[in-house]
């Protein structure tokens, strides 16, 4: 394919491209070019959405920007969507003994994604998008100033573990106060958002938009009751674990209760690690964290370190981080809102180990389709790189920390990246759960707030929210997943009990465990996640068994 003569941002210019390949035989001496020649207009398509995105991102609120990625979702992603369907119908024709092995697990996902498809769902999809770019509007404007400092979103959150009760208390208040001027627009764009899920999954049969996303998202090694069993697991054997360790933390700051500005602070109230200068000092220490671990790796990041970081938070700038790759390029890319804090250098080396994973599966995969992983894995790429990476954040090692600080380090990412998330993912999920399956047709935004309060006291229940029972809701509505990305918040449950296994893997033998690691990850999407997580030294297990011993690794190390 020449791509010289495409424009992906103008469909005239794609629309010839797909009719070539749909009016084209497939047999067993050309089906092997012609799949390269599809990958290739993939890429070029996929290529111009992640850059627009990226731009959009960078700069919410410029007007052009936020034009060229509405043109995009609108005029031109539509129709590829609808020609797309029909080369994938088109390979599923196809008899399995032609497709080649490299793409047996993709047309398994293309028979999925057949079933599902409805050309009238196509225009709901696009809705869906553009109500995403103005929820992101939104949380990107966000900011409250306090003791005459203006601070963004994430410097807002950087405050509350500051050692001073009354700031962290403030700064909280605060937060509360600016969230109430755009609860009503995020709570009508949220029951937008859910009608047209409803409406998706009915039109393609789906009882229920659940039962829609499992086949969707090609969950085949696992079912949604799998999913509430982890759900009861982690209760019987995670939640005690945080419930002590939060007792502890109260005694310790010598409080009757825990109130919502007390959770991130620093038992011994000492003051929040700071581990760099500025966004070029966190890039560099990192790249060379990432070379003490594995010197390939540090090579890799080091790639990035020319234009392909965006770190630093800055007003107007899109909420949360993320890990792109842009495939004609061949060059992956990070975007963060770093602001000072420990919780950066964990982002940092999380979106790492995605960027890993797009290099490493796009060096021995040529084929799109076969890049990254089940999104499952692909976690397991960014949060097994967390783990990994925790005994090297020494400065003796090239890293961030005295030895001192670097244990407060790696105890405070098991208490936060393990004991208090895995209960926090088992709330955002279990309420999904609940939306999309159980709850009535007719529900209002009071009953979703209720049901979300309802699943955060049984699983964090060790805060105290009398007074600012609002301050739950605020929680859910900042929780990005829920507005842009429904149903995927388990796969960083899945993958975190999958990182733990990297780590205790890695305190056997570090150099098999990176071994293993980067193996599964060269694998890119072309094996099944259970089958991956085997290639990793891995188990995918949903049992109280199997978290229970887990923790017991977390409860010793702790």
């Not at 992906?8 to 020649?37: K, Y």
């Not at 011994?268 to 964290?289: C, F, G, I, M, W």
Request: aromatic share 10%.
């Amino acid at each position: 394919m020449n791509t010289a003569d495409i424009n992906p941002h103008d469909w005239l210019t794609l629309q010839p491209v797909f009719a070539r390949l749909e009016t084209e035989s497939l047999s067993a001496d050309n089906i092997g070019e012609w799949l390269t020649r599809y990958s290739d207009l993939e890429k070029t398509i996929y290529e111009a959405v992640s850059r627009a995105y990226r731009a959009k991102a960078e700069d919410t609120t410029d007007e052009t920007v936020e034009a060229a990625f509405l043109n995009l979702i609108e005029h031109v992603l539509p129709p590829a969507k609808m020609a797309a369907n029909r080369l994938e119908q088109k390979i599923a024709a196809v008899p399995s003994a032609l497709i080649p092995t490299d793409s047996l697990e993709w047309s398994r996902r293309v028979r999925a994604n057949l079933e599902i498809f409805r050309a009238e769902n196509v225009p709901l999809e696009t809705e869906l998008d553009k109500l995403g770019v103005e929820y992101d509007k939104t949380i990107g404007a966000f900011g409250v100033t306090v003791g005459g400092e203006e601070l963004t979103l994430y410097g807002a959150f950087a405050k509350l573990q500051e050692p001073d009760r009354n700031l962290r208390e403030t700064v909280y208040r605060a937060l509360l106060t600016r969230w109430d001027l755009s609860r009503a627009k995020l709570e009508e764009l949220f029951m937008q958002m859910l009608h047209l899920r409803r409406r998706i999954a009915q039109n393609a049969g789906f009882a229920d938009y659940r039962a829609y996303v499992w086949k969707q998202k090609a969950r085949f090694d696992y079912s949604p009751y799998d999913c509430l069993e982890l759900h009861q697991s982690i209760l019987k054997e995670v939640v005690p674990l945080l419930s002590d360790e939060m007792e502890s933390h109260r005694a310790a700051l010598n409080l009757q209760t825990l109130r919502p500005w007390d959770v991130d602070v620093d038992s011994a109230s000492r003051p929040p690690l700071k581990p760099y200068a500025d966004a070029a000092d966190l890039e560099q220490t990192t790249q060379r964290v990432f070379h003490s671990l594995d010197p390939a790796l540090g090579e890799l990041f080091k790639s990035l370190m020319t234009g392909d970081l965006d770190l630093e938070s800055r007003k107007g700038k899109g909420p949360g981080g993320f890990c792109d790759f842009h495939p004609l390029t061949r060059k992956a890319y990070i975007f963060m809102n770093a602001v000072g804090t420990h919780d950066d250098v964990q982002t940092l080396l999380h979106e790492g180990g995605h960027a890993f994973h797009a290099l490493l599966s796009d060096r021995a995969q040529p084929l799109f389709w076969n890049l990254h992983g089940p999104m499952e894995f692909c976690e397991v790429a960014s949060m097994g790189m967390e783990m990994l990476a925790q005994p090297h954040l020494e400065r003796a090692k090239g890293g961030f920390y005295s030895a001192e600080d670097a244990r407060r380090a790696r105890r405070d990412h098991l208490l936060e990246a393990v004991v208090k998330f895995l209960p926090y993912m088992t709330v955002v999920d279990a309420f999904q759960h609940w939306l999309y399956v159980d709850a009535a047709l007719d529900v209002t935004i009071n009953q979703i707030n209720a049901a979300w309060a309802d699943l955060h006291r049984r699983y964090l229940p060790d805060v105290d929210f009398a007074g600012i029972e609002e301050g739950m809701a605020f929680r859910w509505q900042r929780q990005s997943h829920l507005f842009t990305a429904p149903f995927y918040y388990i796969e960083y449950g899945i993958a975190q009990l999958g990182a733990v296994q990297v780590w205790q893997n890695a305190t056997r033998d570090e150099i098999s465990a990176v071994q293993q690691y980067r193996a599964a990850l060269e694998r890119g999407n072309t094996a099944g996640l259970r089958e991956l997580f085997q290639t990793a030294g891995l188990r995918l297990a949903f049992d109280a068994a199997h978290v229970a011993g887990l923790m017991a690794l977390v409860r010793e190390h702790l």
